[in-house]
């Protein structure tokens, strides 16, 4: 029973911080129908933000977490503004093909600095020693980090249900003729949408990072293993990727607690969250929480 | 007169000119290149071993080691992509390079054929055995990775204590991981005192706690690595979270963690931290946190070239040194029997490479031997051990005894 429950909280770990990550791609796209391709790379740019303020300046871990929160905002602003801005109102798989160049940009901007090929990790700032409960544990940066994520993702949820700016934004996202015709400013809905997608991903960034160590393949990788969850959860869900970023924890804790090494199978927990994302999109295409759109032709 | 005078003018002129033209015939320039990940995945080694080969070159001509000679190395970025490995190394063929120094796993086995085909002696970055089989051209710097990864297990057996110990091996979802998984089994089916419990090929994983408490329930108290830094500290986390770090090697219901070349370095402390404590780590390099001939000669060729200090202490760094070694030492002896610099002498020379003909950089724990039958360098490993937060050596370098016996 022990060791289920160890499962569970770990998957629920694993869970919480894919959803955080997933965060970014949902907060775009339910705005702007867009799919950001280079979300990764800024979640490791929130990543690296946060270490050059840490170690570099001396800024306390958590302030600097914040600083790197701030500084991503207004940074995935400015890319909106500069890159995505004129591309309004044209065709979605241009502003997709946009955001593949963005990745190539970034990249090489990041590969420019010690930090595209070089190892680092943040200063210990937690207490080394896990909390047990029961003979279940979990370390106090896994235990930060789904704190960090169920505050930020309350937040988003809020920001969306009950705020003038969130509403504006769904409308934004279910028609932006219509919504402009009431007076909400699609640029400004737009700009705002890449500014919290980058906040949210300086937050992955700073957890992720904590748990695996700052390596850019690996911080950049995240952009796209948190894709199934984006999918299974409904791309304009932040609930979706909370439910779906839970599931995928568990179904990789649970796989490779009960299935990998047992009767020949190996590297099942990295398989099965894609044969079960396959079989649900059988039967909700539109993924488990997604807006399910009827056009009246 | 005025005829005279031209004529005085023009001789001069020409004899000028001869010099100028003349001069630089006596003194050559060979072309080598290398194709590595700068940017890309595993350009975290990738970019220490690049300034390793391209400061030993630089020493190399600026000391005049091959005389008025000069090597010129060429170094592109094919982001760990075979395909651009590919297109690198025709370019560099046209180019007219005598030798060839190659990176990946990937696509050394890929380019395989084509080193045949061309007959141009290759030093990769990639260990992995099987760039020897059905190969002529390619030579390893050191021993390959199944040699590295039998030796640990040899380690293993030699000092648990009570019954065959139990190992697991974890390793990169690739077929640089997958390398030496066979080795090892055909080593244990040869008699090596080790049982392989489970064989954990890696993901992205942000917690292993459930591949951890599987492997303690199967009674794993080893698990040897075989892939890089970042996994093996996510790894070594969460069984210090667990409490499944053993304080002493082999202690009784812990884990004692092992890994090949690439899992260590001064790169797997700074990603793991105190988890890194009691990590033991092979290769067949010497390493600057062990003092020594070694450690000095690598520190003074960054210093030279005013490599930062993460560059400077890098056992990666130490890797492209030693490439360029071998290649410069290859020239060195062709020229000193007055060989032209091509692939064929280059190819026969280095297969003289052994005996009392053996290469002894300082920066190996061991000489560089090759042969038609031999072509792995550095045959001895040198066991390291985490201790104090840095890499201290653990007894002398050694041989796999059970990798002869399998090869």
Redesign the interface.
């Known amino acids: 029973m022990t ?1 289920f429950l ?2 569970v909280v ?1 998957g629920v ?2 869970g919480s ?1 894919y959803a955080l990550s997933a965060l970014g791609f949902v907060l775009i796209y339910k705005s702007s129908r867009v799919l950001n391709i280079a979300h990764g790379q800024i979640i490791a740019a929130g990543a690296f933000i946060t270490y050059a303020l840490t170690v570099f300046l001396g800024i306390p871990i958590f302030i600097s977490f914040l600083c790197s929160m701030v500084i991503t905002f207004f940074l995935a602003m400015s890319v909106e503004r500069v890159f995505l801005r004129r591309l309004i109102g044209e065709p979605i798989i241009s502003v997709i093909m946009v955001t593949i160049g963005l990745m190539s940009i970034l ?1 090489g901007l990041i ?1 420019l600095s010690p930090f ?6 943040f200063p ?1 700032f937690l207490p ?1 020693t ?1 909390l047990n409960f029961a003979g279940v ?1 979990i ?1 106090w940066t ?1 235990l930060v980090g789904v704190l960090i994520t169920a505050v930020l993702i309350s937040a988003f949820s809020w920001f969306f249900n009950r705020s003038t700016v969130g509403i504006s934004m769904r409308a934004v996202s279910d028609d932006q003729f219509a919504s402009m015709s009431i007076g909400i400013s699609v640029p400004r809905v737009f700009g705002l949408a890449w500014a919290m997608a980058g906040l949210s991903a300086a937050a992955a960034g700073g957890i ?1 990072g904590n ?3 700052l ?4 911080l950049h ?2 952009g796209i ?1 948190v894709f199934p969850v984006v999918i299974l959860g409904g791309l304009d869900s932040v609930g979706g990727a909370v439910v779906a970023g839970i599931i995928m924890g568990l179904i ?3 796989a ?2 009960y299935l ?2 047992n009767w020949g199978l ?2 099942t ?2 398989v099965l969250p894609y044969i079960i994302l396959l079989i649900i999109l059988l039967f909700k295409p539109h993924g488990l929480f997604g807006t399910h759109e009827i056009e009246r032709v | 007169m005025r005829l005279a005078g031209k004529i005085a003018i023009a001789t001069t002129v020409l004899m000028f000119i001869a010099a100028i033209v003349t001069g630089p015939v006596c003194a050559k320039v060979y072309k080598t290149a290398l194709s590595l990940a700068i940017t890309g995945p595993t350009s975290d080694a990738g970019n220490p071993y690049s300034k390793g080969v391209e400061d030993f070159f630089r020493l190399v001509n600026e000391e005049k080691l091959l005389g008025d000679d000069t090597i010129e190395c060429i170094i592109r970025d094919d982001k760990y992509e075979t395909d651009i490995t590919k297109r690198n190394f025709e370019e560099f063929m046209d180019m007219g390079i005598p030798i060839y120094l190659n990176y990946s796993t990937g696509s050394t086995l890929g380019l395989k054929r084509d080193f045949e085909e061309e007959k141009i002696p290759v030093i990769p970055a990639s260990f992995h055995y099987g760039n020897l089989e059905n190969s002529h051209y390619i030579f390893l710097p050191i021993a390959s990775y199944s040699e590295q990864v039998i030796g640990l297990a040899e380690y293993v057996a030699n000092h648990s204590e009570g019954g065959t110990p139990k190992v697991a091996v974890f390793i990169h979802p690739s077929a640089f991981g997958r390398g030496p998984v066979d080795d090892l089994k055909k080593a244990v089916a040869a008699g090596l005192k080790v049982e392989v419990v489970e064989v954990v090929e890696h993901g992205k994983d942000l917690d292993n706690t459930a591949t951890l408490q599987r492997l303690q329930n199967k009674g794993v108290q080893f698990v040897i690595c075989h892939t890089v830094q970042s996994p093996v500290a996510t790894l070594l986390n969460d069984a210090q979270r667990l409490g499944l770090i053993a304080g002493t090697f082999g202690e009784k219901g812990k884990m004692t963690f092992l890994g090949a070349h690439y899992t260590g370095g001064n790169d797997l402390i700074a990603l793991a931290g105190e988890a890194a404590e009691n990590f033991y780590w092979t290769t067949s390099y010497t390493i600057t946190s062990v003092p020594g001939p070694g450690a000095d000669a690598q520190l003074a060729l960054a210093k030279r070239y005013k490599r930062d200090e993460k560059t400077a202490n890098s056992h990666n760094y130490a890797n492209g040194v030693m490439v360029a070694q071998v290649a410069f030492e290859a020239m060195r002896r062709a020229k000193a029997r007055g060989l032209e610099i091509n692939r064929e002498n280059l190819y026969n020379v280095l297969n003289d490479m052994n005996g009392i003909n053996a290469f002894y950089p300082v920066t190996t724990v061991g000489p560089v031997t090759y042969s038609k039958t031999d072509r792995a360098g550095v045959d001895s490993l040198q066991l390291y051990v985490v201790k104090g937060g840095q890499f201290t050596a653990v007894g002398l370098p050694f041989r796999s005894v059970y990798m002869r016996k399998i090869h």
């Open positions: 060791y160890q499962l770990s770990v694993v911080i990249d590969y595209g090929s070089n190892n680092y990790s210990a080394e896990p544990s370390s896994q992720i748990i695996t160590g390596n850019f393949e690996t990788a995240y293993i990789q804790q649970f490779a607690g990998d090494g190996s590297g927990a990295n």
